[in-house]
Each structure stands twice: as C-alpha cells, then as structure tokens.
C-alpha cells in the first residue's frame, strides 16, 4: 500500500515537475529553473490536494455517519466503529515507561534533534499492535489492520528506569537496520505491517546499538493505546472474520485508529481544511508570480 501510493505521488511529482521546468528551461539559469519548477509543482499540487479536500470532504464522513445512524455493517464496505477497545489476551508492555496497552509506538532521538524531523534520526524507533476487539454498539469488532497512533498523544518518558526498560526490551526483540540506506528496506517494512490482516504487528529498528549511557542521552517518547481507552476503528468490514482488514473483495484501504468517538468524531471527519487551503493558494501564488516572471524574462 505505502510503496504503491509512495511510487504514484512520484510520478505524478516528476511529471509537473518536467513540465514547469520544460517551460522555464531557458528561461533563466538551470538552478534557478530547477528552484522555481521545484517550487511550482509542490505548490499546484498542494492546491489541488486541499481544494479536492474542501469541495468533497473527508472520505470517512459516510462511514462515520452510518456508525451515528447505528447501520448494521455491509461486508466490503469501508466502515467505522467506536468504543472500548480491548486485548483478545494478554495486554502488550510500553517499551520505555511499561504500561500495559493493546498499541504503540515509541521513539529514542537525542534532544538537539528531538523536534526536527529532519535532523540526526532516531536511535531507537518502534511500533506494536496486539490483537484486540473494540467493543461497539454494531457489535464486538476486531481490529485486524495496523494503523499508525498518528492522533494519540505522544508521551515523553523521564523514568530514571526507562533506558534500563528499553535496553531489555532490544534485547529480547528482533531489531532491524533502519537509515537512508536502508530506507526501501523500512518503506518495505511499513508497507507489509499496513497490509497485515492477523492483527498482530510488531517492528523494532535501531540505528546503532544503544547501552543505558546511550539512551540516558536520549529525549525517550511514546505513545500508547490503553486497554479500555475510546477508539475510532475505520476500515474495510469483513463479515466472515468479524474484523475491519486492510483488503477484503478486491478493496484495499488502510486501516485507521483515532482516539474518541461519537458525535465529536463525526463533527471532526466533516470539518473542511480552510486553513491548509489558504496556505497552499499563498505558496503557489508567490511561485507562479516568480515562474511568471522567469517566463517572461523578468529576470533579466
């Protein structure tokens, strides 16, 4: 799923892309050009992303609005469901602060680079799923699709025991290599846990490998889904295995996970991104005013 969406956006980049630099080669200098068509095509494409956003909304509103209205669940129908979730056995264990949860993730990065994304990369970075049952009013459902805790609140962990938590919990877990060079291996790695459909997930990756002193250095942060906690499930409902799953009847979609649910949800799904919008329309007018120009030769 991930490789297939990574690799469409790619394409549909580079070709408009080629097309502004096309028009600008010439124009002005090849680096300026290359500036301008890089500029130009992030901002149309932004522009298109969030109009199509504002003008049709999100596509979750109709199965968040048949969870409202109580429906009964269509097999190979995206739906959604909301209520306790819940462990079908034992709870998972937080890496860094051990509290007990049905999902995860965490992350170890050093502070000067703790909110800089694209800074030194992480030296320890994780995420878990056990299988679990959200206890609904449609009904028991299981959750047989991973999805990234993206909405949960992420926690920063300064137990003094929490590095003495994490080294244990690398050593009794399969870590794997992650880095620019082993991004397609990571990009593989995240797609095959989107596409899992047993609802047991489980990747561990490192950097190096960390001692206590190492992690002590660290800015420790998770984010944790609690048994018992209110979730918002949305997916593709199989009937015959009781669960929302990532593919079912030639579908595919992924999995989501959001905390809450009920009428907030719903108000929440149908809310119309003004302010993305707004963003999007200032970057590619001030682009397309320099591409304009370049074009014109107002540069010279």
């Not at 399969?174 to 989107?194: P, R, T, V, Y």
């Not at 989501?256 to 200032?282: E, N």
């Not at 007018?285 to 074009?295: D, E, K, M, P, T």
């Amino acid at each position: 799923m991930i490789k297939k969406g990574c690799a469409i956006a790619a394409v549909v980049l580079l070709g408009v892309f080629g097309a502004y630099l096309y028009l600008l080669w010439g124009k002005v200098e090849a680096v300026p050009a290359i500036v301008l068509a890089g500029f130009g095509s992030l901002g149309l494409l932004m522009v298109v992303g969030q109009l199509k956003a504002v003008l049709f909304g999100s596509g979750d509103v109709g199965a968040l609005k048949r969870a409202e209205q109580g429906l009964p669940l269509e097999d190979g129908t995206e739906e959604a469901v909301w209520g306790r979730i819940e462990p079908l056995g034992a709870a998972l264990s937080a890496p860094f602060s051990g509290r007990p949860c049905v999902a995860y993730e965490y992350d170890a990065k050093k502070p000067s680079s703790a909110d800089d994304e694209n800074a030194t990369p992480s030296t320890l970075a994780g995420f878990a799923l056990a299988p679990s049952v959200i206890r609904s009013s449609r009904g028991d459902v299981r959750l047989l699709g991973f999805s990234l805790l993206t909405e949960f609140p992420e926690t920063v962990v300064d137990d003094p025991e929490a590095p003495h938590r994490a080294v244990r919990h690398v050593a009794s877990s399969q870590m794997e290599e992650m880095g620019l060079a082993k991004l397609g291996a990571l990009i593989s790695a995240m797609d095959d846990a989107m596409a899992d459909d047993d609802g047991s997930v489980r990747k561990d990756m490192k950097t190096k490998d960390a001692t206590v002193a190492d992690l002590e250095a660290c800015v420790l942060t998770e984010k944790i889904v609690a048994p018992g906690e209110t979730v918002t499930a949305i997916g593709i409902w199989d009937a015959s295995r009781g669960g929302l799953v990532p593919k079912h009847r030639g579908k595919s979609a992924v999995v989501r996970l959001l905390p809450g649910g009920g009428a907030a949800m719903v108000a929440h799904g149908q809310k119309r991104p003004w302010g993305l919008l707004f963003f999007s329309l200032l970057w590619a007018g001030f682009a397309h005013v320099f591409i304009w120009l370049a074009w014109k030769g107002g540069f010279e």
